[in-house]
């Protein structure tokens, strides 16, 4: 297939659904958009004076340890961490697989099944393990949430608040809501790949089309249906460009270039898996066309907010709740 029809698809299917997204210590999220800075806020905010101080913000971060800590020996291993990773997984697809009349439910159950996110976890954890023990403290979890809320508080004030939250690289707000990272741009050049009329707008029928290709790529022994097997390859796909471009990243040759294109369209292919996934209506495991078009067809429907047949750079861009 082309790589102009791999990236149309591929697209079109990043734009059907939207994730659930993550709770407390989330270092992506929170702060980059206004209302989830405010929820964690929220949900910090034990003394209720609209603002986090460092004191509370240390105690969700021993709350959350305990949590973390299955065993109580007062340390978290890896394993304990890629288990509460596991479990949110579980709790993200749960929401992500329930019908309209239990998205409620679910999300409460998801809720109620954290705190999924450890101060020192993750990218952190070589750093936050200053004894090199291999596990994490509650002292060295505690040192880690210090250095989260510093950073967090951009205005020095000792307190976290509305005042704080900032969109990434000091760009300021634009009253927007954004699609993920990118925000306006990537919006205009997602429409532009899914527009094949090149008339400013995206009409049903053209996303219809767009996710009939993508299904077509998917659909590698060309059964009428996509497997599980046949989304595992395309994560590993995914991970076998990411690999290939780390590699080469230092680099600033044409090596370079073909590893990030190479990237962009795997990344595409990752989301449509995850797409995939959710448009399983059956829940049999393997996902028709039939099935596929009808995810596409609601998704248009939701982001269609003035109801007038087309979508915009606009309509695309923005993230809409159930």
Known sequence: MAKKELLLGAVAAGLLFSGASAPAF????????????????????TDKDGKVSLDEFKTNAAATF??????????????????????????????????????????????????????????????????????????EVLAAAEKIFERRDSNRDGALDTADARPMKGKEHSGK?????????????????????????????????????????????????????????????FRDARKAFREVKSTDDEARKAAREALGEARMDRMGARMFERADADKNGTLTKAEMETAAAAMFKQRDRNGDGFLTSDEIGKRHNR
Request: net charge neutral.
């Open 66 to 139: 305990k949590t973390f800590d299955a065993d109580g020996d007062g340390q978290v291993t890896n394993a304990e961490i890629k288990a509460r990773h596991d479990a949110f997984k579980d709790a993200r697809k749960a929401v992500r697989n329930a019908s309209d009349a239990d998205k409620d439910k679910a999300r409460e159950a998801f809720s109620a099944a954290g705190p999924f996110m450890l101060p020192g976890a993750g990218k952190m954890f070589d750093r936050a393990d200053t004894d090199k023990s291999g596990k994490l403290s509650e002292a």
């Open 26 to 45: 989330a270092a992506k999220g929170e702060g980059k958009h206004h209302p989830r800075h405010a929820a964690m806020i929220e949900r910090l905010d």
């Open 177 to 237: 809501k954004h699609h993920g990272k990118g925000g306006d741009e990537r919006a205009e050049r997602m429409l532009k790949r899914i527009d094949t009329n090149g008339d400013g707008k995206v009409s049903q029928e053209e996303m219809l089309a767009q996710a009939s290709a993508i299904f077509q790529r998917f659909d590698a022994d060309k059964n009428g249906e996509v497997s599980k097997a046949e989304l595992d390859a395309r994560r590993d796909a």
